[in-house]
């Protein structure tokens, strides 16, 4: 089966570091995605990996090992407005969007 | 109007009713989605559309049906609806249907 892993919930301080961590076991792999949810709203496009390596977008950074199966997000200078869920999901070779269900990030004063 | 706009916001329901949550988008995207998100799952696909006229079932489209008569709409019938259809529904669209998703604010159904 097809399957993506994430915690289900992180805490980190304000101003700090968190790396949000994904695994994903699927049927090929066409690209994987980092979205960001706040409490009752809409998903958000954060980032896109292709191919392996890192890619930096202001205080955000998502990383991808296609060999292990494995992706980050990197949240740097934390502020409270980065409360909320972020989604990872990989694109099978079917190109439909396999979902994990989501790290709630707590952050603390 | 800018976006996907989903409609209605919230709604309850009772069982054996039908039930049809709108969704219109402006951006002339092809590919459309209709997901149900619950607590503790990822996102699920019910249904999707990679052009106006076509439409393709997704992981979970039992009790669910659409229909795409034209680029803008993917309206999402619930025949009728039973407690286990209690979620929150989110409509998307992306343009070429390989890139980012463009998601409403959701539709949040209680079957009771």
């Known amino acids: 089966g097809q399957n993506i892993d994430q915690p289900t919930e992180m805490t980190a301080t304000e101003g700090a570091i968190v790396q949000i961590n994904c695994t994903y076991q699927?049927?090929?792999?066409?690209?994987l995605f980092w979205y960001q949810q706040h409490a009752g709203e809409a998903p958000t496009f954060l980032s896109y990996?292709?191919l392996d390596g890192l890619e930096e977008k202001g205080r955000f950074s998502s990383f991808l090992s296609r060999s292990k199966g494995y992706s980050y997000l990197l949240l740097k200078e934390l502020q409270m407005k980065d409360s909320a869920s972020y989604l990872c999901a990989v694109r099978d070779s079917n190109y439909q969007l396999i979902w994990g269900a989501g790290t709630k990030l707590i952050i603390k004063p | 109007i800018a976006g996907i706009t989903q409609a209605p916001t919230s709604q309850i329901l009772a069982a054996g009713r039908r039930m049809t949550l709108r969704c219109t988008q402006d951006m002339r995207h092809n590919a459309m989605y209709w997901y149900r998100q619950d607590l503790g799952l990822g996102l699920r696909l019910i249904h999707y559309s990679n052009t106006a006229g076509t439409t393709g079932k997704g992981e979970v489209p039992d009790g669910y049906s659409v229909s795409r008569a034209n680029t803008d709409d993917f309206p999402l019938t619930l025949a009728s609806a039973v407690p286990s259809q209690t979620s929150v529904y989110f409509c998307a669209s992306s343009e070429s249907g390989t890139g980012e998703l463009f998601f409403g604010e959701g539709s949040r159904l209680t079957v009771l």
């Open positions: 990996n292709v």
């Open positions: 699927t049927s090929g792999f066409n690209g």
